[in-house]
């Protein structure tokens, strides 16, 4: 199996560019399987990292055992202890990790704007978004970073979708369409326009 983990602060992009991913190649009859790991974080007390992983565990297991070749996973890594534990628990036999990125102005009003007011993390996550647009930049391990930055969420999933595409690891009917862009295996081909 191989997995596409996707990264970025709150505010970011990474739940609506994953599911633009997850939908085309659905669409195309392309088998894959999306993990949130934000929405597995939802409980309270939150639970501890240690047992979120185990949940990713047994979640990418399940998808593995069905047969699925691609995984999609977003996550806030907020360091590099955290990935390497998120990488591990998927047993993905290889991966690409990209890390959405924008101004942390951007984040912190994308935030704002999409959390009801009257939620009482509202603020904090606005914060906390805010301080990871600068800190998550040095992160280790990042195969790729794409700008979201004024940007469409489907432009920035099409480019994520070339990276899969052009990835040597990925699987072979993935990347049979970045060779053979005529080839009807219903995956988006990007055009470019004059």
Do not use: C, Q
Request: cysteine-free; hydrophobic content about 40%.
């Amino acid at each position: 199996m191989f997995l596409l983990l996707l990264t970025g602060p709150p505010g970011s992009g990474k739940s609506t560019v994953a599911t633009a991913v997850h939908d085309g190649l659905g669409e195309a009859g392309f088998a894959n399987a999306l993990i949130e790991l934000d929405e597995l974080e939802r409980s309270y007390p939150p639970l501890p990292a240690d047992r979120l992983v185990s949940h990713v565990a047994a979640l990418a297991g399940s998808y593995r055992e069905a047969g699925y070749p691609l995984l999609l996973v977003t996550a806030t890594v907020e360091d590099d202890p955290y990935r390497d534990a998120v990488l591990t628990a998927t047993g993905a036999d290889e991966h690409l990790t990209v890390r959405l990125d924008a101004a942390p102005e951007t984040v912190r009003r994308r935030v704002l704007d999409r959390e009801p007011e009257s939620w009482s993390g509202r603020d904090e996550l606005a914060g906390a978004a805010h301080r990871l647009a600068t800190t998550m930049r040095t992160l280790a391990g990042i195969d790729l970073v794409l700008k979201t930055d004024g940007e469409d969420a489907e432009a920035v999933a099409a480019r994520l979708t070339d990276a899969l595409r052009h990835h040597p690891a990925a699987p072979a009917r993935l990347r049979s369409a970045a060779r053979d862009p005529l080839d009807r295996v219903g995956l988006p081909v990007r055009r470019e326009h004059p």
